[in-house]
């Protein structure tokens, strides 16, 4: 059974860094997509950045890019996301996703996600 644990959330002021962690557990394969969604109060939730953990392969949204890394830790079998420049439009609830890597659909599709971890909160302020 996959597992999927975020931490690292919390409050920062405009400008600021926070970073995210996925510890994941339970893959059958070492090819697979993960990816770092998030969604604000009454919006819907949208991918904000992936990686495939057999090529290393990432992929950002336009509003994050330049700003946030994704990034693989093997030994610690964490995928993490190093938010910088933090903006309040960047305010949400932040998910840890996965799937096969070859599973039909863009990086960016949540439905095509099959395991989801619980959130973690980032606050931004002005």
């Known amino acids: 059974q996959i597992q999927l644990v975020e931490s690292g959330g919390g409050s920062v002021q405009a400008g600021g860094s926070l970073k995210l962690s996925c510890a994941f557990s339970g893959f059958r394969t070492n090819h697979n997509l993960l990816a770092w969604f998030r969604q604000a109060s009454g919006n819907d939730r949208e991918g904000v950045a992936s990686?495939?953990?057999?090529?290393?392969?990432?992929y950002y949204a336009d509003s994050v890019r330049g700003r946030f890394t994704i990034s693989q830790d093997t030994s610690k079998k964490t995928v993490n996301l190093q938010m910088n420049s933090l903006k309040p439009e960047d305010t949400g609830v932040y998910y840890c996703?996965?799937?096969?890597?070859?599973?039909?659909?863009?990086?960016?599709?949540?439905?095509?996600?099959?395991?989801w971890g619980q959130g973690t909160q980032v606050t931004v302020s002005s």
């Open positions: 996703a996965a799937r096969p890597a070859l599973s039909k659909g863009t990086w960016s599709d949540s439905p095509a996600y099959n395991s």
């Open positions: 990686l495939f953990t057999g090529t290393g392969r990432t």
